[in-house]
Protein backbone atom coordinates (compact mmCIF):
# COMPACT_ATOMS: atom_id res chain seq x y z
CA UNK A 1 0.00 0.00 0.00
CA UNK A 2 1.50 4.04 -0.80
CA UNK A 3 -0.45 6.66 -0.62
CA UNK A 4 -0.28 9.57 -3.13
CA UNK A 5 0.92 13.26 -2.09
CA UNK A 6 0.70 16.30 -4.07
CA UNK A 7 3.27 18.75 -2.74
CA UNK A 8 3.45 21.99 -3.76
CA UNK A 9 5.60 23.37 -0.93
CA UNK A 10 9.05 21.02 -0.21
CA UNK A 11 9.14 23.28 2.83
CA UNK A 12 5.95 22.56 4.42
CA UNK A 13 6.11 18.70 3.48
CA UNK A 14 9.89 18.82 5.26
CA UNK A 15 8.65 20.83 8.09
CA UNK A 16 5.63 18.39 8.75
CA UNK A 17 7.51 15.36 7.96
CA UNK A 18 10.11 16.62 10.92
CA UNK A 19 7.13 17.19 13.05
CA UNK A 20 5.26 14.04 13.28
CA UNK A 21 6.26 11.28 15.32
CA UNK A 22 8.61 8.50 14.58
CA UNK A 23 6.08 5.98 14.01
CA UNK A 24 3.84 7.96 11.24
CA UNK A 25 6.77 8.92 9.30
CA UNK A 26 6.30 5.71 7.40
CA UNK A 27 3.38 7.47 5.91
CA UNK A 28 5.39 9.68 4.08
CA UNK A 29 8.15 7.49 3.40
CA UNK A 30 5.57 4.61 1.35
CA UNK A 31 4.19 7.19 -0.71
CA UNK A 32 4.52 8.58 -4.94
CA UNK A 33 5.03 12.17 -3.94
CA UNK A 34 4.32 14.37 -6.99
CA UNK A 35 6.41 17.74 -6.50
CA UNK A 36 6.74 20.31 -9.13
CA UNK A 37 10.60 20.59 -10.08
CA UNK A 38 14.20 19.33 -10.21
CA UNK A 39 14.83 22.29 -7.98
CA UNK A 40 11.75 20.47 -5.62
CA UNK A 41 13.51 17.09 -4.99
CA UNK A 42 16.66 18.60 -3.94
CA UNK A 43 14.93 20.70 -1.21
CA UNK A 44 12.68 17.03 0.03
CA UNK A 45 14.20 16.04 2.73
CA UNK A 46 16.52 12.63 2.38
CA UNK A 47 14.78 10.80 4.46
CA UNK A 48 11.63 11.23 2.45
CA UNK A 49 12.94 11.17 -1.01
CA UNK A 50 15.38 8.04 -0.54
CA UNK A 51 12.07 5.80 0.72
CA UNK A 52 9.07 7.32 -1.96
CA UNK A 53 8.73 7.11 -5.32
CA UNK A 54 9.31 10.87 -6.75
CA UNK A 55 7.60 12.47 -9.80
CA UNK A 56 8.04 15.15 -11.56
CA UNK A 57 4.89 16.49 -12.80
CA UNK A 58 5.73 18.06 -15.86
CA UNK A 59 2.52 20.03 -16.18
CA UNK A 60 -0.33 21.13 -13.45
CA UNK A 61 -2.23 18.29 -16.19
CA UNK A 62 0.37 15.40 -15.56
CA UNK A 63 -0.38 11.59 -14.64
CA UNK A 64 2.12 9.00 -16.00
CA UNK A 65 1.01 7.54 -19.45
CA UNK A 66 -0.59 4.07 -19.56
CA UNK A 67 -0.98 2.23 -22.55
CA UNK A 68 -3.30 -0.30 -21.10
CA UNK A 69 -6.59 1.07 -21.52
CA UNK A 70 -9.10 -0.37 -19.30
CA UNK A 71 -12.50 2.06 -19.62
CA UNK A 72 -15.50 0.99 -20.30
CA UNK A 73 -19.48 1.64 -20.14
CA UNK A 74 -19.59 0.35 -16.85
CA UNK A 75 -16.79 2.48 -15.39
CA UNK A 76 -18.06 5.55 -17.20
CA UNK A 77 -21.48 5.58 -15.97
CA UNK A 78 -19.43 4.82 -12.36
CA UNK A 79 -17.57 7.94 -12.44
CA UNK A 80 -20.11 10.11 -13.90
CA UNK A 81 -19.96 12.81 -11.25
CA UNK A 82 -15.88 12.72 -11.63
CA UNK A 83 -16.49 13.74 -15.12
CA UNK A 84 -19.06 16.36 -14.59
CA UNK A 85 -16.23 17.47 -12.12
CA UNK A 86 -13.93 17.25 -14.05
CA UNK A 87 -15.64 19.49 -17.20
CA UNK A 88 -16.39 22.26 -14.82
CA UNK A 89 -12.73 22.55 -14.28
CA UNK A 90 -12.39 23.62 -17.73
CA UNK A 91 -13.96 26.88 -16.86
CA UNK A 92 -10.58 28.11 -15.02
CA UNK A 93 -8.20 27.17 -17.96
CA UNK A 94 -7.75 30.12 -21.18
CA UNK A 95 -6.23 28.45 -24.08
CA UNK A 96 -5.94 31.15 -25.95
CA UNK A 97 -7.67 31.96 -29.01
CA UNK A 98 -8.72 28.27 -29.40
CA UNK A 99 -12.07 26.97 -28.04
CA UNK A 100 -12.37 23.29 -25.90
CA UNK A 101 -14.92 21.27 -27.55
CA UNK A 102 -17.19 18.80 -25.87
CA UNK A 103 -15.34 16.37 -27.90
CA UNK A 104 -12.07 17.58 -26.77
CA UNK A 105 -13.43 17.59 -23.15
CA UNK A 106 -14.33 13.79 -23.21
CA UNK A 107 -11.29 13.01 -24.46
CA UNK A 108 -9.16 14.55 -22.23
CA UNK A 109 -11.34 13.00 -19.47
CA UNK A 110 -11.06 9.52 -20.63
CA UNK A 111 -7.17 9.46 -21.15
CA UNK A 112 -6.82 11.18 -17.51
CA UNK A 113 -9.75 8.73 -16.21
CA UNK A 114 -7.67 5.73 -17.64
CA UNK A 115 -4.26 6.59 -16.82
CA UNK A 116 -5.56 7.68 -12.95
CA UNK A 117 -7.03 4.34 -13.07
CA UNK A 118 -4.22 2.58 -14.12
CA UNK A 119 -1.44 4.86 -11.63
CA UNK A 120 -3.52 3.61 -8.42
CA UNK A 121 -3.76 -0.26 -9.70
CA UNK A 122 -0.22 -0.14 -10.20
CA UNK A 123 0.93 1.58 -6.98
CA UNK A 124 -2.18 0.10 -4.45
CA UNK A 125 -2.29 3.82 -3.43
CA UNK A 126 -5.29 4.22 -0.12
CA UNK A 127 -5.07 7.65 0.47
CA UNK A 128 -4.02 10.94 -1.38
CA UNK A 129 -2.29 13.91 0.47
CA UNK A 130 -2.62 17.37 -0.92
CA UNK A 131 -0.29 20.27 0.38
CA UNK A 132 -2.88 22.54 -1.04
CA UNK A 133 -6.40 22.91 -2.37
CA UNK A 134 -6.74 20.87 -5.11
CA UNK A 135 -7.30 22.96 -7.87
CA UNK A 136 -5.90 21.75 -11.34
CA UNK A 137 -7.84 19.35 -13.53
CA UNK A 138 -6.30 16.54 -12.34
CA UNK A 139 -6.59 17.10 -8.54
CA UNK A 140 -9.86 17.99 -8.65
CA UNK A 141 -10.14 14.47 -10.45
CA UNK A 142 -8.00 12.16 -8.13
CA UNK A 143 -9.99 13.86 -5.15
CA UNK A 144 -13.36 12.94 -6.61
CA UNK A 145 -12.31 9.62 -7.95
CA UNK A 146 -10.77 9.03 -4.40
CA UNK A 147 -13.84 9.99 -2.59
CA UNK A 148 -16.05 7.27 -5.16
CA UNK A 149 -13.67 4.83 -3.75
CA UNK A 150 -13.73 5.68 -0.19
CA UNK A 151 -9.98 5.98 0.23
CA UNK A 152 -8.80 8.64 2.35
CA UNK A 153 -8.19 12.10 1.22
CA UNK A 154 -6.29 14.63 3.48
CA UNK A 155 -5.90 18.34 2.91
CA UNK A 156 -3.77 20.41 5.11
CA UNK A 157 -4.50 23.36 3.77
CA UNK A 158 -3.95 26.52 6.84
CA UNK A 159 -2.50 23.53 9.35
CA UNK A 160 -0.26 24.78 11.40
CA UNK A 161 3.07 23.48 11.93
Given amino acids: MRNLIFCHSTDYLNQLYNKINAKNKNYFE ?4 FIKSE ?3 ILLDKKISDNAITIIQETDGFLPKFDNFKLNSRILEEYK ?5 F ?3 FDYYEFGTNQIGSKDKRISYYYYLNNLINFVEKYDLKSVF ?3 VPHTLI ?3 VATFFKKNNLKIILTRGLPI
Avoid at 30 to 33: A, G, L, P
Fill in 30 to 33: NSVI
Fill in 39 to 41: DDL
Fill in 81 to 85: EAELS
Fill in 87 to 89: YSM
Fill in 130 to 132: FTH
Fill in 139 to 141: EVL
